[in-house]
């Protein structure tokens, strides 16, 4: 199984943008698939998370609630970060994970995203 995230760029405070994470080989529903971040010179930080069960619970860190919103589409093996209201304290490499055997242990490449005027 392979992720790869897509979606970044630079945007003004106050946009939007919309992260893509598209998996390739086999990945079952069930898996939970996150977005997580990391910012230059800081810890990566769990931004939001979704449950592969049929209910798709999510998660959000306290910094991206009800800005930020998850989701998935498993027919089509995607997930999606909408993240509304953007900050300049947003700006990080975003990544998406799937939880698999206990962890999050599959990994996709970042995508930067800068918010900047």
């Known amino acids: 199984v392979q992720l790869q995230a897509s979606g970044g760029g630079l945007v003004q405070p106050g946009s939007s943008l919309r992260l893509s994470c598209a998996a390739s080989g086999f990945i079952s529903d069930y898996y939970a698939i996150g977005w997580f971040r990391q910012a230059p010179g800081q810890e990566p930080e769990g931004v939001s998370c979704i449950s592969g069960s049929s209910d798709a619970s999510t998660y959000y860190a306290d910094s991206v609630k009800g800005r930020f919103t998850i989701s998935r589409d498993n027919a089509k093996k995607m997930a999606y970060l909408q993240m509304n209201n953007l900050k300049p304290e947003d700006t990080a490499v975003y990544y998406c994970?799937?939880?698999?055997?206990?962890?999050?242990?599959?990994w996709g490449q970042g995508t930067l995203v800068t918010v900047s005027s």
């Open positions: 994970s799937a939880w698999y055997r206990s962890a999050w242990s599959i």
